[in-house]
C-alpha cells in the first residue's frame, strides 16, 4: 500500500526523493492518515503535520515534546490551522504550536521550514494542500493538481520587463495565486500599471468605481480578505497602481480593431479580452484568474505566466555540464528582436555548440510573424518590454 502511495505522490508533484527520509514508513503512514481521514459525526476535522529538516528553523512557535506512544492523541490534538504534529526529519517529535493561525496558503507557505521538508494542511472539507518550498500540490476527492510556484512565476514574468518591482511582483502573484485562485469559484482580472498616471485615461472615460480613497494595497496583509471579498462582488477588471494600490474596479476592458486582427480569441471572454488588452495598453501587465483557479499573466498581447523560460546563459551552464567534451564549444547569445507585423519586441535565446547546430525559426508571440532565424543548438523567444519612466 505505501509503495503505490509513494508512486501515486510522486506522479502528482510530492517530491518524495527530495531528503531520503521522506521515503520512510512513519511518513507515509501519517501521508496515509492525511488522505484517508477518520470522521466523526459525519464530519472530516482539519488536520496538519509538518516534516522538518530542523525543528529550530520553524519560527514563532512553541515545541511540546511527546513520545511516540502518545501520537494517536497528538493526531487529534493537531488542526492544521494553529496546531501541527512535528516529526524531525522521520521521527515523531510531538506538537509545534503557532502564535498565530495558519489559516490562508500564503501562511502556509511563509511558515515552512527554511531548511526544507515537508508540510502539509487538510482542510475540514478533506483538501489537503502539500507544501516542499518549491512546489504546491492539492489532493482534492481523489483529484490532483500543483499550483505554479510564485518565485518561478515572479521569474518567468521578471524576465519579460525590464526593472519590473519584483516585490510588488510577488504580491500580486501571491494574491493572484494563494487568495483568488481559487475563492468561491470567483474570476477577476487585475490590471497592473507600471507607470503612474498611465491609468488616467481609463479612470476619466470608464467611470469605473473609484478606489482611490480607500487607500487599499495588495502589500498590506490586512487588505488581502477585504479585496478578495471586494473582487466576488464586482465585474470587469481591477487596476492597480505601481506601488500595488488599487484605483478602480468595475472596467469592462475595450481592445482596439488592429489587436483583435493580430490576436485570436484565447479561452473565454474574460482572457480574450485580457491578452488583446495588453497588446494596447503597453505600460501595464494584465493578471487574469479563471473561476476554476489557473491564474495566467499577459503582457504584449502574449500568456506569459507558463512560457517555459529558460535564459540561454543558464541552458549553456547547463549543457557544459552535460556535454564536458563539448565544453569549449559551447556559447550562447541574448538580445531583442522587433517583430515587423505587429512591432512588439522579443527577447532572443541562442545557444550554439559546434558540431550539433541545425536551422530553426521563431515566430512572434503575439501575432505568430516570421522573426528570426538561425543555424544553432536551440532557439528560443519570449515576449519583452522596456518601460520608459518619466520623472
Not at 95 to 114: A, D, G, M
Not at 237 to 261: H, I, M, N, W
Not at 267 to 296: C, M, N, Q, W
Not at 326 to 353: A, G, P
Amino acid at each position: 500500500m505505501q509503495e503505490y502511495l509513494q508512486q501515486e505522490l510522486t506522479s502528482n508533484g510530492v517530491n518524495m526523493r527530495k531528503q531520503y527520509w521522506l521515503q520512510s514508513p512513519s511518513v507515509l503512514s501519517e501521508i496515509e492518515h492525511t488522505l484517508i481521514p477518520e470522521t466523526h459525526e459525519g464530519k472530516i476535522n482539519s488536520y496538519g503535520a509538518i516534516f522538518a529538516e530542523h525543528i529550530e528553523d520553524l519560527e514563532d512557535v512553541e515545541v511540546m515534546p511527546l513520545e511516540s506512544d502518545d501520537l494517536p492523541l497528538a493526531r487529534k490534538l493537531a488542526d492544521g490551522e494553529q496546531t501541527f504534529l512535528i516529526y524531525d526529519k522521520n521521527r515523531f517529535a510531538g506538537l509545534v504550536n503557532f502564535k498565530s493561525y495558519i489559516t490562508t496558503e500564503i501562511q502556509l507557505i511563509r511558515s515552512f521550514p527554511i531548511s526544507g521538508g515537508l508540510m502539509f494542511h487538510r482542510s475540514s472539507a478533506g483538501i489537503t494542500k502539500f507544501f516542499q518550498g518549491d512546489s504546491l500540490t492539492i489532493h482534492d476527492n481523489r483529484r490532483w493538481f500543483t499550483k505554479p510556484n510564485v518565485k518561478t512565476a515572479a521569474w518567468k514574468v521578471s524576465q519579460c520587463v525590464a526593472d519590473i518591482d519584483k516585490g510588488i511582483l510577488n504580491r500580486i502573484l501571491e494574491f493572484a495565486f494563494h487568495f483568488m485562485s481559487p475563492t468561491d469559484r470567483v474570476g477577476a482580472t487585475l490590471v497592473w500599471c507600471l507607470k503612474h498616471d498611465c491609468a488616467d485615461p481609463i479612470l476619466d472615460a470608464a467611470q469605473p468605481e473609484d478606489l482611490r480613497d480607500l487607500d487599499l494595497s495588495l502589500s498590506n496583509d490586512s487588505h488581502t480578505k477585504m479585496i478578495c471579498h471586494l473582487l466576488s462582488h464586482v465585474d470587469g477588471a481591477t487596476f492597480l497602481d505601481p506601488d500595488g494600490k488599487l484605483l478602480c474596479t468595475g472596467v469592462q476592458l475595450k481592445y482596439t480593431e488592429l489587436s483583435r486582427s493580430l490576436i485570436p480569441e484565447f479561452k473565454g471572454t474574460r482572457h480574450t479580452s485580457s491578452v488583446r488588452f495588453s497588446y494596447d495598453f503597453d505600460d501595464a501587465l494584465v493578471v487574469t484568474i479563471s473561476e476554476d483557479g489557473p491564474v495566467t499573466v499577459f503582457s504584449n498581447g502574449a500568456n506569459i505566466a507558463d512560457l517555459q523560460i529558460y535564459s540561454a546563459h543558464k541552458k549553456a551552464r547547463l549543457l557544459r555540464e552535460e556535454i564536458p567534451e563539448k565544453r569549449e564549444n559551447i556559447k550562447s547569445n541574448s538580445f531583442t528582436v522587433d517583430c515587423r507585423i505587429c512591432s512588439k519586441q522579443s527577447m532572443i535565446e541562442q545557444v550554439l555548440i559546434e558540431g550539433l547546430n541545425k536551422p530553426h525559426a521563431l515566430f512572434c508571440p503575439v501575432c505568430k510573424s516570421p522573426i528570426y532565424s538561425a543555424v544553432c543548438y536551440s532557439l528560443e523567444g519570449r515576449p519583452f518590454k522596456q518601460i520608459k519612466y518619466r520623472f
